[in-house]
């Protein structure tokens, strides 16, 4: 049967491009960004319709939210079938929900979760045909089965379970055909597409989003180093009473084969978790965060729901390691100290000089230093109490924070040092999980066991019950 070639045509009032029928991304920059225009197209005609409800008797708040959820569910239609940089900025601005009051949040929060599963699938043949590039014509004979069906998907490709010609339960991840060309595609275009981001968060930069999302994806692209960051990962972490990193069985081309892990991913844990268990793998998802660098010298670099399974035996599996630099470079150790020693025994005169030793101001720009420690204490209470509660309604106070537009919110007259934006997308995903888990916790003691650094500093304060 003959493939069918990707088109364009009018639905609903706005444009909709047609993937492959392989259920690869489409790579053709008309059809991307034809893609991409639909939501705004749409979301002007909803509104449009939704004024003419409202002149019909039907209560606004009913007809704003049916626009909100119907954008939201457009917009992730869109960039999950993108997949590749569109479905990563998803997952980003699925952080930035946060921001938004919670009856304005929901819908966002439950469209972009599908993000995480709810992928095209590639068709078998499609799958069979990465596999012949990357293993050869008889790539068949080094498995005893394999599952055409897919068990999960990701940005740039998805997984299938399969049985290695050893007898060994394995996870094998298949690049989608023409990633690299969507990817590369997007990289060029996104900078300009950067109003996308104010459909969730009417006030991120976009453009620094675009450009963590690039080096991100860059990394991604690239499933030599994804197996050796594995490799150096299961070494660490091997006979772990907490933690499983499963091992790399083989890697060649687009596709990376592993050890199979049986377990639920904590992006279900958040809806159908005791409130002990989620707390229990929260506090793993901490401590296997924190612990990456030490233990394995690389940064585990995306600790979202789906990367993370609860495991039968109560460990917590741990997979893909696209994103993992070298960690931590030479200057951040001392960042960490002096920050956090500003914050907690000095002052704001200590804080500007930090953030000017860091690179974070300048004595030029000018910081409200005041303002800064104000909106940055909160995050110190991590560190001040032997259990503490990390939920939304907290990491929302804090995000909101962040993204405040107002001309005299601090946060907007600092710089952040490129070499420190991968932590910071890190922690912040993590910040996102262990929320929406409502985690409560020894925090403090988990944070201090990793960081000689913030131990330091917080040996010089009395305890907080």
């Known amino acids: 049967m003959k493939s069918r070639r990707s ?3 009018l639905v609903e009032g706005g444009l909709r491009a047609e993937a492959d029928i392989g259920g690869n991304p489409p790579a053709r920059k008309a059809v991307r960004t034809a893609k991409l225009a639909a939501v705004p197209l749409s979301f002007a005609g909803r509104q449009v319709a939704g004024a003419g409800k409202r002149a019909l008797g039907r209560p606004a708040s009913e007809i704003d939210r049916e626009i909100q959820l119907r954008t939201a569910e457009h917009m992730a239609d869109v960039l ?8 990563k900025l998803g997952q980003v601005l699925g952080v930035y929900e946060l921001a938004l009051p919670p009856e304005l949040a929901e819908p966002y929060r439950i469209a972009l979760g599908r993000l995480q599963d709810a992928a095209p699938p590639m068709l078998p ?3 069979h045909t990465v596999l012949e590039a990357s293993f050869g014509p008889d790539w068949r004979a080094s498995f005893r089965e394999f599952d055409d069906r897919r068990s999960a998907s990701a940005t740039i490709g998805q997984v299938h379970r399969a049985v290695w010609h050893d007898g060994r339960a394995v996870a094998v991840k298949v690049m989608y055909p023409g990633a690299r060309a969507a990817v590369d595609s997007d990289l060029r275009q996104l900078r300009g597409l950067a109003w996308l981001t104010p459909v969730f968060a009417p006030h991120v930069d976009g453009h620094a989003v675009v450009d963590e999302l690039a080096e991100c994806l860059r990394a991604e692209m690239d499933f030599e180093a994804e197996a050796r960051n594995q490799r150096r990962f299961a070494q660490a972490y091997a006979d772990d009473p907490d933690f499983v990193v499963p091992r790399v069985v083989a890697q060649r081309g687009d596709v990376i084969v592993s050890e199979w892990l049986d377990g639920i991913p904590l992006s279900r844990l958040i ?5 002990a268990e989620r707390d ?3 506090m793993l998802a901490v401590r296997f965060f924190w612990s990456s660098a030490p233990r394995s010298g690389l940064l585990y ?4 729901p789906g990367n993370l399974r609860a495991l039968p035996d109560g460990r917590l599996g741990v997979v893909d390691f696209g994103a993992c630099p070298p960690w931590p470079p030479a200057q951040f150790p001392a960042l960490v100290h002096d920050l956090a020693d500003a914050l907690i025994h000095g002052g704001p005169a200590e804080l500007d000089a930090a953030a000017q030793r860091h690179g974070f101001t300048d004595a030029q720009r000018g910081l409200d230093s005041a303002g800064l420690a104000e909106k940055l204490l909160p995050f110190t209470e991590l560190l001040r109490h032997e259990t503490f509660r990390v939920d939304t ?3 929302r106070g804090r995000t909101r924070d962040a993204l405040s537009p107002k001309l005299d919110n601090a946060y907007r007259q600092l710089g952040v040092p490129a070499y420190l934006m991968p932590f910071q997308r890190a922690l912040v995903t993590l910040l996102g999980l262990v929320a929406q888990l409502g985690t409560t916790g020894p925090m403090r003691a988990e944070i201090l066991r990793w960081s000689p650094e913030l131990s330091a500093v917080m040996d010089r304060c009395a305890p907080t019950p």
């Open 271 to 275: 809806t159908t978790g005791s409130r």
């Open 301 to 304: 670099g995306d600790p979202h």
């Open 280 to 282: 229990r793998v929260g």
């Open 7 to 9: 088109g364009v045509r």
């Open 125 to 127: 043949r499609t799958v």
């Open 80 to 87: 999950g079938e993108l997949k590749g940089c569109a479905a």
């Open 393 to 395: 309604t907290w990491l």
